[in-house]
């Protein structure tokens, strides 16, 4: 029975050990989920310099929790922990599109693919309100660029066809981008269609005022109209 105390103290160890890396990740889960909506927040708001400052705490973050949980691998498999790292992916792929900067990928942000994947997928609903924003100010090309951007996501995600227990359910995330996408390409067409109107009435408009003007064509009077 002296062996089953050594055995318990043993187990007490692990699961103090356990225990405390388990709250300690939960902590750091939530502020890099924080850190990840002011950057994507910033990043809508055009302010690059709180957006770098965000990004660099959010990277600071995932880095201090992998190694929280890096000897406890069903931590690191945990929901809150690879939620908080999709999060990490939505923050850094987000600024960098918006910012028409290169591609991050999962290596450069130390993430496993089906983490990354889900994440990109909720990169595209970022892009449709970065695209509304535009929008609200008229059409651009600027929304026509960020519309390629989801549709190139997009043709990947589509190709991505395995079960949910290993892309932990991408499937669904697509079908959700793919209507963001159908929303989004309405939105821009409709605002293309109202600038060629107005352009084509601002030509018209131009013409008339033309045609009244000095040497224009005038309306004669009629025969029997008084002088």
Same mark, same amino acid.
């Given at each position: 029975?002296?062996?089953?105390?050594? #055995?318990?103290?043993?187990?007490?160890?692990?699961?103090?050990?356990?225990?405390?890396?388990?709250? *300690?990740?939960?902590?750091?889960?939530?502020?890099?989920?924080?850190?990840?909506?002011?950057?994507?927040?910033?990043?809508?708001?055009?302010?690059? =310099?709180?957006?770098?400052?965000?990004?660099?705490?959010?990277?600071?973050?995932?880095?201090?929790?992998?190694?929280?949980?890096? /000897?406890?691998?069903?931590?690191?498999?945990?929901?809150?922990?690879?939620?908080?790292?999709?999060?990490?992916?939505?923050?850094?792929?987000?600024?960098?599109?918006?910012?028409?900067?290169?591609? #991050? /990928?999962?290596? =450069?942000?130390?993430? =496993?693919?089906?983490?990354?994947?889900? /994440?990109?997928?909720?990169?595209?609903?970022?892009?449709?309100?970065?695209?509304?924003? #535009?929008?609200?100010?008229?059409?651009?090309?600027?929304?026509?660029? *960020? &519309?390629?951007?989801?549709?190139? #996501?997009?043709?990947?995600?589509?190709?991505?066809?395995?079960?949910?227990?290993?892309?932990?359910?991408?499937?669904?995330?697509?079908?959700?981008?793919?209507?963001?996408?159908?929303?989004?390409?309405?939105?821009?067409?409709?605002?293309?269609?109202?600038?060629? &109107? =107005?352009?084509?009435?601002?030509?018209?408009?131009?013409?008339?005022? /033309?045609?009244?003007?000095?040497?224009?064509?005038?309306?004669?009077?009629?025969?029997?109209?008084?002088?």
């Amino acid at each position: 029975m002296d062996h089953l105390d050594s #055995i318990s103290e043993l187990i007490r160890a692990q699961f103090d050990a356990r225990t405390a890396a388990r709250d *300690l990740a939960l902590t750091q889960a939530r502020a890099l989920t924080r850190f990840c909506s002011q950057a994507i927040r910033a990043v809508h708001r055009d302010e690059d =310099e709180a957006m770098r400052q965000q990004l660099n705490e959010a990277h600071k973050l995932a880095d201090s929790l992998r190694a929280a949980v890096a /000897g406890f691998p069903d931590l690191y498999y945990a929901g809150y922990t690879q939620d908080a790292l999709k999060e990490f992916v939505e923050a850094n792929v987000t600024c960098a599109l918006i910012k028409n900067q290169p591609l #991050i /990928g999962p290596q =450069e942000l130390g993430v =496993e693919y089906n983490t990354y994947l889900n /994440g990109l997928s909720e990169v595209v609903g970022e892009l449709r309100r970065r695209c509304l924003d #535009i929008l609200r100010h008229g059409y651009s090309t600027e929304a026509e660029r *960020l &519309l390629t951007q989801m549709d190139d #996501i997009y043709a990947v995600l589509v190709t991505i066809d395995y079960p949910d227990a290993i892309t932990n359910g991408l499937r669904r995330q697509t079908d959700i981008a793919r209507n963001i996408i159908e929303k989004t390409r309405g939105d821009i067409t409709f605002s293309l269609r109202g600038e060629h &109107l =107005e352009l084509a009435i601002a030509r018209l408009s131009e013409q008339l005022t /033309g045609d009244a003007g000095p040497g224009g064509p005038t309306l004669s009077r009629s025969a029997g109209e008084e002088e």
